[in-house]
């Protein structure tokens, strides 16, 4: 289930990259999300997916093939801030059709406003992360090791 209260949301981001720090932008809770009936919404809606996605009629499917539902989820996932939005897209990754497109791709595919917002949020995120694995320490002092290895051999 798409856990969206606050606290679970980042607690899945922190526990998908610990040892870092959040992204700045876009920010993990962003300020839309902070009042108590939008974050209760928020809840509401996840619990919803999950009633959708666990139907043996497929509904949740259906719904995300309806351009104009696609639409509205696309204005709403440019909206959230990183924990949420990660969330999310996580699980309508794992409730997508197999074979199918990845939810991501399309979601941001169309030439909107929102799409783009959505698209540089996510290239953001990525970005972010890749850098951060990147240059963990713990990736850099395994390269330095195997350079230290590679010039002792060298020199042998």
């Known amino acids: 289930m798409p856990d969206l209260d606050t606290v679970a ?7 998908l990259h610990p040892d870092h720090a959040p992204p700045d932008w876009p920010p993990p809770i962003r300020a839309i999300e902070e009042p108590a009936d939008h974050a209760r919404e928020l809840v509401e809606l996840g619990e ?10 497929g509904k949740l499917p259906t719904l995300l093939a309806d351009p104009a539902t696609m ?11 990183a924990a949420r939005l990660l969330t999310l897209m996580h699980f309508l990754s ?3 059709e197999p074979g199918s497109s990845p939810l991501p791709v399309i979601l941001s595919r169309a030439e909107t406003a929102d799409a783009l917002a959505l698209r540089s949020a996510l290239t953001a995120l ?7 694995r990147m240059f ?7 390269l ?9 051999e060298a020199l042998q």
């Open 94 to 96: 794992e409730t997508a």
């Open 48 to 57: 919803d997916l999950d009633r959708l996605a666990s139907r043996a009629e």
């Open 136 to 142: 963990s320490p713990e990736r850099l002092s395994a």
């Open 71 to 81: 639409e509205e989820l696309r204005t709403l996932l440019c909206q959230m801030g």
């Open 9 to 15: 949301a980042l607690d899945w981001l922190r526990a």
């Open 144 to 152: 330095r090791a195997a350079i230290s290895d590679a010039n002792k």
């Open 126 to 132: 990525s970005r972010r992360f890749t850098l951060h």
